[in-house]
């Protein structure tokens, strides 16, 4: 029997306009953006802008939310109508939504993420705004070439890396949403459903989840907290047999 590929990316059916998020993005471009909390994992200038969160929080740029409140545009979005337009083109929950700016010699560093791949019922896109052919975006040794108006689905449980090594930012319309019945109908017309697997090593390997944990306690999202409990317990039955 053939052995499926797992699905660690794909390239959406979407193509948006380009001009139309520039201006957008040059309504919002001036507002203040947020370092990246995770400063450890980085070199350079990482920052965000917060579009959809917990209770419309604009200081707020986690990708996950607890579950006290409900998820609101904060009032940046309130003159960004094709950003609204893009984000309602995903007939799903929609978990957060942020700009994400990458300067110009930044570098993101290798890392894993945990649970947020199509298999655990969620996924992330990106949506290029501004970018440069010297972006290099590294997902499970493969290099993404993601260009504005496109639509991409990454799967970053895998390790992957940005290099900003152009001449200017590189800006990406962030989106976390909740899998659903019309996500699982676009997803698996695009690839077998049988490849959306998680990872083999991550139930069996008390190294990796050692490395996940690190992650998860780095990144000190509110939602990690319930993530860090159960990897704790999975490591302490994994090392106490």
């Not at 929950?93 to 300067?103: E, G, K, M, T």
């Not at 890392?111 to 990106?126: I, P, S, V």
């Amino acid at each position: 029997m053939k052995e499926i590929k797992t699905t660690t990316s794909l390239k959406l059916p979407f193509l948006f306009d380009a001009d139309k998020l520039l201006h957008d993005y040059s309504l919002v471009v001036n507002q203040h953006w947020i370092p990246h909390f995770n400063k450890s994992g980085y070199e350079g200038e990482w920052k965000a802008i917060p579009l959809y969160t917990n209770n419309g929080d604009t200081s707020n740029i986690f990708a996950f939310q607890n579950d006290n409140g409900t998820i609101q545009e904060t009032p940046i979005m309130n003159n960004c109508n094709y950003f609204r337009e893009v984000i309602n083109s995903f007939q799903c929950p929609i978990l957060s939504a942020r700009l994400l700016r990458l300067n110009v010699g930044a570098e993101i560093k290798p890392h894993r993420d945990y649970k947020l791949g199509y298999e655990d019922g969620n996924f992330r896109l990106h949506i290029p705004i501004i970018t440069n052919n010297k972006v290099e975006f590294i997902l499970n040794d493969k290099q993404l070439n993601m260009l504005p108006g496109e639509c991409w689905y990454t799967n970053v449980n895998y390790v992957h890396s940005v290099a900003n090594k152009g001449n200017k930012d590189r800006v990406h319309l962030v989106i976390d949403a909740e899998r659903n019945e019309w996500s699982d109908s676009l997803f698996f017309t695009l690839a077998p459903k049988d490849s959306f697997q998680p990872i083999q090593e991550e139930i069996d390997s008390p190294e990796t989840i050692r490395l996940i944990l690190n992650e998860l306690k780095r990144n000190n999202e509110p939602a990690s907290k319930k993530l860090i409990h159960e990897m704790e317990q999975k490591l302490l039955k994994l090392t106490s047999k």
